[in-house]
């Protein structure tokens, strides 16, 4: 399922060469067209036609427009059934480009190479696609597994250090939640670099990937994937509606930390490994000013996240490094607690 790519891209060629598509079809957007296309095509060996597609850089683009353009340039192309979709990209790139594959003449097959790390170690892997409507996040999509999805920590080079920082949020969401050797080495990295994270990607993307395999529809332990969310993607729309956007890394590493204290104030993670996490989060994340949102405002938003049943906010928390649970129901008063921590952090 994951492949980690030499250098000459052996892995992806001896796929390509088995499946024996049509026709190829590289999703890119601007960015990854100038770093990683030509590191691909000069190591793509094959007779195969193929055409490359290019979208503009943005999660602006992950809309129905964008599909819709997509599906009229396949159907411009005759791509048939027995075509192949690579997406070469980040997580914009591959939910976007999975969406279309899977629903174009009601499928055909797709591969994922990220390009980002927040594309390696999550959005790539679990099959979930899709676009955003009217404001809604990933509100439309399909479960769709890619048939591969290969790995080249190289591209992370030239990826913005923010983006890096974006990413590496979601590895140590990994380690809290399900594997506490993976938080100890990674909270040990003396500086977050690409070479220094390179070799943890694997172990991060298989956390992720074993979660999955367990409970594919997310009815149950997939849950904890969702760990530094709820405040997080609380916290994310309030910035986006009111100020300059932050990024989803930083919303978590964010979310994270409130949510670390919500498992101390609901008595499931003790005080020595509440505050050995904090610690560890704040080390690479700084403290972004919150006190101008209202916390009502906050609580209000997370009732209306998607993944909880109207007017009940369930948690998915860590209960000590390396373990989680889900489904788990707070007293607001605790979340307010929580909130009100994080704010007099700074
Ligand atoms: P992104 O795809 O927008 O990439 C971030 C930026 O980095 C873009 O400007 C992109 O052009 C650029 N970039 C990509 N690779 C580069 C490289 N190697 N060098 C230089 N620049 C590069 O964003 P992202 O953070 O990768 O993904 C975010 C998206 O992923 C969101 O839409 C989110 O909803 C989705 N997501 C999906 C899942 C899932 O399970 N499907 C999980 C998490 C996130
Ligand atoms: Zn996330």
């Not at 979930?128 to 996040?137: A, E, M, N, S, V």
């Not at 964010?254 to 505050?275: D, H, K, R, V």
Request: net charge negative.
């Amino acid at each position: 399922m994951i492949s980690v790519l030499d250098k000459n891209f052996t892995q992806l060629n001896t796929f390509i060469q088995q499946l024996n598509p049509t026709q190829l079809l590289i999703l890119v957007d601007e960015n990854t067209h100038e770093f990683c296309l030509p590191v691909l095509l000069g190591n793509l060996e094959t007779e195969i036609s193929f055409e490359i597609i290019e979208i503009e850089a943005g999660e602006e683009m992950k809309t129905l427009e964008t599909a819709a353009q997509l599906w009229e340039i396949l159907t411009e192309f005759n791509t048939d059934r027995k075509a192949l979709m690579i997406n070469l990209g980040g997580g914009v790139i591959t939910d976007m480009g999975g969406f279309v594959a899977s629903t174009y003449k009601r499928g055909i097959k797709f591969i994922n190479i990220p390009t980002t790390l927040l594309g390696m170690c999550d959005a790539s892997i679990g099959g979930k696609t899709g676009i955003d409507h009217q404001f809604l996040k990933n509100i439309i999509g399909t479960f769709a597994e890619p048939e591969e999805i290969f790995v080249y920590p190289d591209f992370l080079k030239t990826l913005p250090f923010a983006q890096l920082c974006s990413g590496f949020a979601e590895m140590l969401k990994h380690g809290l939640i399900a594997d506490k050797k993976h938080w100890q080495e990674l909270k040990n990295l003396p500086e977050l670099l690409p070479e220094n994270i390179y070799p943890f990607i694997e172990t991060s993307m298989k956390i992720k990937e074993n979660v999955v395999l367990e409970d594919f529809r997310e009815e149950n332990i997939r849950k904890t994937l969702n760990f530094g969310h709820t405040i997080g993607h609380a916290l994310e729309s309030l910035f986006l509606k009111n100020t300059t956007p932050i990024l989803h890394g930083e919303a978590v590493a964010l979310g994270m930390i409130c949510e670390t204290q919500l498992s101390f104030l609901q008595n499931l993670l003790s005080a020595e490994e509440t505050e050995e996490i904090i610690a560890g989060i704040l080390k690479f994340f700084p403290i972004i000013a919150i006190a101008q949102f209202n916390d009502n405002e906050i609580v209000d938003l997370m009732k209306n996240d998607k993944k909880n049943a109207a007017g009940s906010i369930k948690f998915s928390l860590v209960t000590s490094i390396g373990k989680s649970t889900f489904d788990v129901s707070v007293l607001t008063e605790n979340i307010l607690q929580a909130l009100n921590f994080y704010k007099n952090l700074g």
